[in-house]
């Protein structure tokens, strides 16, 4: 250490590392780990057979369980609120636990994505490096605290995505997926940085702080002006696009069939948790002294949200799809989190994406294991008799199912609960009343899928010997011991959906396990 101080000492004035103090590099260290492992994996992608290797998932992983270590290592010692890099990013517990969800949802991808690659002939070492990537900008967004690094995190998060959707080159539909998702975000960062230039237009700076002192004095002396509100405008709706909030969802459906089943895993569930902090952290803070402007348009969006998606989602006969118009649903009910704008909005919010990443995380888990070779599990035909075939995996498929329809005994239930709770303490009980109805619809769906699972006939399978195996036995009645592995996805893919059920469950139970980590935590102004 005195060694490498001497040396900054001695080292030109334009030196770049004379600039950076030690506590903002603290501060950042998690994208510091991540960042680097997009380049160790780079380089290991060059030293490592490219088929069949484990050296690859197996850095990944270790890469994400650093900088989680580091986060909740920040998290113990670091109860104030950090702000680093003159202004420009937040190191406290509002990101930081959007850093644990960002985490760990990625850890369990990276736990699905080698068998899931291999049945589908995609194992490319691009993929992990992607995917880290795109991480590493989910945790930028997470704290970002200037409209600047508000921009290059959605930009570093959104474009490994684009790749990453249309990674199968095959297979003519990721092909379509990726070039709408790239087509239709490319336009909402249009809105995004068309509201970002008005507002620092109107307000003279750029970091939330700031700009939320200059609409706190603005907003005293009534003086709302209409460039600022397109603004304000203009930038909810590039990040309602993020979110997969109706009316501003077209993309959603078709990109997540599309995709490969284990990137929508971390579309649905990372990309979400990361837009909605920024969300949160602009609206519930920065932009609060405007809320009687905003508050009611970002009510209606939720209410469509949640009534488009759930009505939609049961007409459905693509799993991927229902489970797509599911998410913009789920979004809706977020967002009555932001248009509450309040502490307890803020903290409800926080827990559902957390419960959110539990039970999604799950659904697209069992999809990914019972996806075969050349194909997604995207008919309801291939979950047709599950129960009969895994019914481990019916039954964990049914506790998801029941948490995102909101019933008791389930993370989902409590989640919903908070929000509901938290609309009504401020006055918008219409919410809670769409909230509550829409909730009642997505029965219809959630249950269809338990249905077809515990009363379907098997779906007969031709295998490449053609002979006909029906739920893993052979017409003459011998066990098919060669389709165990692909049916289940190996030891690791299990516990991962193991895991996620329990912590629905257990969450469902005991829902203080979270809620207390989060009655601690308020938003920096800016």
């Known amino acids: 250490m ?36 997009v ?25 994400l369980l650093g900088a989680l270590g580091t986060a909740v290592g920040q998290w113990v010692v670091n109860a104030a609120h950090p702000i680093v890099f003159n202004g420009a990013y937040a190191n406290d517990r509002f990101a930081l636990f959007a850093d644990f969800v960002v985490l760990l949802t990625t850890l369990a991808v990276v736990v699905l994505s080698p068998g899931y690659l291999r049945r589908r002939g995609m194992e490319e070492g691009e993929y992990y490096m992607l995917l880290l990537a795109s991480v590493a900008g989910m945790l930028v967004l997470d704290g970002a605290l200037n409209l600047i690094v508000v921009f290059l995190g959605i930009e570093l998060l959104s474009i490994p995505l684009y790749v990453l959707a249309g990674f199968a080159r095959d297979d003519p539909l990721p092909q379509e997926a990726a070039m709408k998702y790239l087509l239709l975000g490319g336009f909402a960062s249009g809105f995004l940085v068309y509201g970002m230039a008005l507002i620092y237009g109107e307000t003279g700076h750029t970091g939330l702080v700031a700009i939320h002192n200059v609409l706190t ?13 397109a603004g304000i405008a203009l930038l909810a709706v590039g990040l309602a696009f993020k979110v997969s909030a109706a009316p501003f969802h077209w993309w959603t459906p078709d990109v997540y069939q599309g995709s ?24 519930s803070a920065t932009l609060a002294p405007y809320r009687s402007e905003w508050q009611v348009p970002i009510a209606v969006v939720a209410i469509i949200s949640m009534v488009f998606g759930n009505v939609v989602a049961v007409a459905q006969t693509s799993v991927k799809r229902l489970l797509a118009y599911s998410g913009i649903a789920q979004a809706g009910y977020i967002m009555i989190g932001v248009a509450v704008g309040r502490p307890d909005g803020t903290q409800a919010a926080l827990y559902y994406l957390a419960a959110y990443a539990f039970m999604n995380t799950g ?8 996806s075969r070779r050349g194909e997604d599990c995207d008919r309801f035909s291939q979950l047709s008799g599950l129960a009969r075939r895994q019914p481990l995996l019916a039954g964990l498929m049914s506790v998801f199912m029941l948490s995102l329809a909101g019933f008791p005994l389930t993370v989902g239930f409590f989640g919903k609960f908070f929000l509901f709770s938290a609309a009504i303490h401020d006055g918008q009980l219409p919410l809670a009343i ?44 011998s066990a098919v011991a060669a389709r165990a592995p692909a049916a289940t996805g190996g030891m690791p893919a299990t516990a991962v959906i193991l895991l996620a059920g329990v912590g629905t469950l257990v969450l469902g139970i005991f829902p203080a396990l979270i809620y207390t980590l989060l009655q601690g935590i308020s938003v920096v102004h800016g």
């Open 434 to 477: 769409w909230g509550i109805l829409t909730s009642a619809v997505s029965l219809i769906y959630y249950l269809r899928v338990i249905l077809i699972m515990f009363s379907g006939v098997p779906e007969v399978e031709h295998e490449e010997d053609e002979t006909l195996h029906l739920a893993g036995v052979t017409m003459d009645g």
């Open 260 to 283: 490969p089943a284990v990137v929508t895993t971390f579309m649905s569930v990372a990309t979400k948790v990361a837009a909605f902090a920024v969300f949160l952290r602009l609206f």
């Open 217 to 229: 004095q603005t907003a005293l002396r009534q003086q709302f002006d209409p460039l600022l509100l």
């Open 363 to 370: 659904a697209f888990a069992v999809i990914t294991i019972l």
């Open 2 to 37: 005195a060694e490498f101080s001497a040396f900054l000492s001695s080292a030109p004035p334009w030196f770049p590392l004379r600039f950076v103090p030690a506590r903002d590099l603290l501060g950042v260290l998690p994208i510091l780990i991540v960042g680097a492992g």
């Open 39 to 63: 380049v160790l994996v780079l380089l290991a992608d060059l030293a490592v057979p490219r088929r069949g290797n484990r050296v690859l998932p197996a850095l990944t992983g270790i890469v």
